[in-house]
């Protein structure tokens, strides 16, 4: 008799939101998702970082209207008691100093309130499987000025490039983006590959490094 394959291990998330109302709503949603198990709700970041220490914990999603407050706090503190799992910031349409500054204290993904529960649900899976997740509505303002072509390689970003480079910072594959963008995932490769080309960098990773922490990512 064939042996009866393993369940898939559900994620475990913790929810940190100061809000009864708002956490409430988001346990709600998280709930409906077959493959997330919730960990805990806990109703501030300094209740969170010591939860996320003392437990296995893939994802901890905070909610924080400013980026400035909770969010920045668990940031800070989350590391000290030992957490080293992954951070998603879901926030309001913020500014780039308060993007720049999540960013550094370790957020793995920023996404707005506004979004829909399926980019929230998009954007706790490709967290959890390593990869970062940035709104590009929240990160663009911090690269769109600040392109630096590559010599021989002269032009800003073209608009195609803009939209795989949003896609790519929300942690999405080539074929994922294909989809989305509703072309050929041969035609995004090549959009890659000119992003590759006009950043010096051979990888996304590098991509997205560059792109929110050194050329295009101004320090202060």
């Known amino acids: 008799m064939a042996k009866e394959q393993a369940a898939p291990r559900r994620l475990r998330v913790l929810v940190a939101e100061e809000c009864a109302m708002f956490r409430d709503a988001m346990l709600r949603s998280l709930s409906m998702e077959p493959d997330l198990e919730l960990v ?4 501030n970041p300094e209740e969170a970082f010591i939860v996320a220490a003392r437990n296995p914990v893939d994802v901890v999603v905070l909610h924080d209207q400013t980026g400035s407050g909770s969010s920045a706090r668990f940031l800070r ?4 008691h030992g957490f080293t799992g ?6 309001g349409d913020v500014k780039e100093p308060t993007v720049r500054q999540l960013i550094r204290l370790g957020a793995t993904g920023l996404l707005l309130r506004e979004r829909r529960l399926s980019d929230l649900m998009e954007s706790i ?3 959890a499987a390593g990869a970062d997740s940035f709104d590009g509505k929240l990160v663009r ?3 769109e000025s600040r392109e630096r072509p590559a010599e021989g390689d002269p032009g800003r970003f073209s608009g195609r490039e803009r939209m795989v480079l949003d896609e790519v910072l929300a942690g999405r594959t080539s074929k994922e983006i294909a989809s989305r963008l509703r ?8 959009a890659l590959q000119r992003l590759f080309r006009k950043t010096g960098v051979r990888s996304r990773t ?9 050329r295009h990512l101004p320090v202060g």
Do not use: D, N, Y
């Open 40 to 43: 805990l709700a806990c109703a």
């Open 86 to 91: 992954r951070a998603l910031v879901v926030t």
């Open 125 to 127: 899976h490709a967290i």
């Open 77 to 80: 503190g989350a590391r000290r």
């Open 206 to 214: 590098q991509l997205i490094g560059v792109i929110l922490e050194s």
């Open 141 to 143: 303002p911090m690269f």
């Open 183 to 190: 072309t050929s995932e041969s035609t995004v490769k090549a």
